[in-house]
């Protein structure tokens, strides 16, 4: 298991590559001058020329991104155009907040996902899983900065329950203010986990033991949660896992309709500004989460299956014995 995981940190490592290099130089070719941009309308040439010279911008970009790399393995991942603070001191003070949401929004997800699909497939083509399916797919469809201006309007400007905008200081302030926006977040990831729910379930509910399990005289209750569900697991986990990395990265819509003070929104404001180092940081911070989430997900197999665990210690990872040594 331990060589699996080292050889999952390993592959990590061309991946990042490969996602600093595409943004490095997606964001080096969108139009606009980093230099101007932070100047202002009102700058002169002679500065916004002193700033790039300052900024390294005159260079070569293959120059600038091999600097940018190296940097990097050094632990620097340099300072903001904007403000000229630290890259990495911001995102590690922006990132919390960003996970607190996303681990509200995969709950709101699975409180509603997991049960949805259950029952769904328990009562199949019934009047209840027609409609929860109907439903799941309108969720699934549902543009998010949609749905959060929806609520906002309805139950923080109509009602006055929650706040529409930024982050409640305080235990109680914060679970106010967490309402909408993980709602508004978990609502596309609650049907996506219900259908994958109902689909497993619908696979397992087939099988020859349950049958088995029915005529021992257990009852649907018991069959359901130790049979049905727990061998419906594997699939559920992988979208659950999915829908979590999904929503670290894609919460910037819903930071930005809610003023949230998360990962996502510093994102936008820093390409809107064109602030290089800024997106390259975030970026690259959210693929080490992602893929640190797929690799416990991975993990989180080998508990959920044991055979899944004797895959990964005969999947190569073992010594090999040197052919001709009989001989």
């Keep these: 298991m ?43 040439p002679e500065a916004i020329a002193q700033l790039r010279e300052e900024l390294g911008l005159n260079d070569p970009l293959l120059l600038r991104y091999v600097r940018y790399i190296v940097d990097m393995l050094h632990g620097d991942f340099g ?21 607190i949401l996303a681990i509200c929004g995969i ?12 029952i769904s497939a328990r009562k199949q083509y019934s009047a209840l899983d027609n409609v929860s399916m109907v439903l799941s797919l309108i969720g699934v469809s549902m543009p998010v900065f949609w749905l959060g201006l929806l609520l906002s309007l309805l139950f923080a400007l109509k009602l006055g329950w929650f706040p529409s905008q930024g ?25 996506t986990v219900a259908r994958m729910t109902r689909s497993s379930m619908l696979e397992v509910i087939r099988q020859d033991y349950i049958s088995t399990a029915r005529s021992k005289g257990l009852s649907e209750k018991v069959i359901t949660k130790r049979h049905m569900f727990r061998n419906a697991l594997i699939p559920i986990v992988t979208a659950v896992g999915l829908q ?23 994102m936008i404001d820093s390409l809107n500004s064109k602030d290089i180092p800024m997106v390259l940081g975030s970026v690259l911070f ?39 040594v009989a001989a």
């Excluded at 903001?80 to 907040?97: E, H, M, R, T, W």
């Excluded at 200081?169 to 508004?184: K, M, N, W």
């Design 2 to 44: 331990w060589k699996y995981i080292l050889k999952r940190l390993l592959m990590m490592i061309p991946v990042l590559l490969g996602v600093t290099f595409l943004v490095f130089f997606i964001m080096n070719m969108t139009p606009g001058d980093p230099a101007a941009i932070i100047l202002g309308d009102q700058a002169t």
């Design 79 to 99: 300072e903001s155009y904007k403000n000229g603070i630290s890259v990495a001191s911001q995102v590690l003070d922006k990132f919390p907040n960003t996970a």
């Design 107 to 118: 709950f709101v997800a699975l409180a509603i996902g997991i049960p949805v699909g259950i």
């Design 167 to 191: 982050m409640g200081s305080g235990f109680l302030p914060l679970l106010r203010s967490l309402v909408l926006p993980a709602i508004t977040l978990g609502t596309g990831s609650a049907a």
């Design 244 to 266: 979590f990395g999904h929503l670290l990265g894609g919460a910037m819509l819903t930071e930005t309709v809610f003023s949230w003070p998360g990962l996502g929104r510093l």
């Design 286 to 324: 959210m693929t080490i989460m992602f893929s640190f989430v797929n690799l416990f997900i991975d993990i989180v197999y080998a508990f959920i299956d044991p055979r899944i665990k004797s895959l990964y210690k005969k999947s190569g990872f073992k010594k090999k014995k040197a052919k001709g």
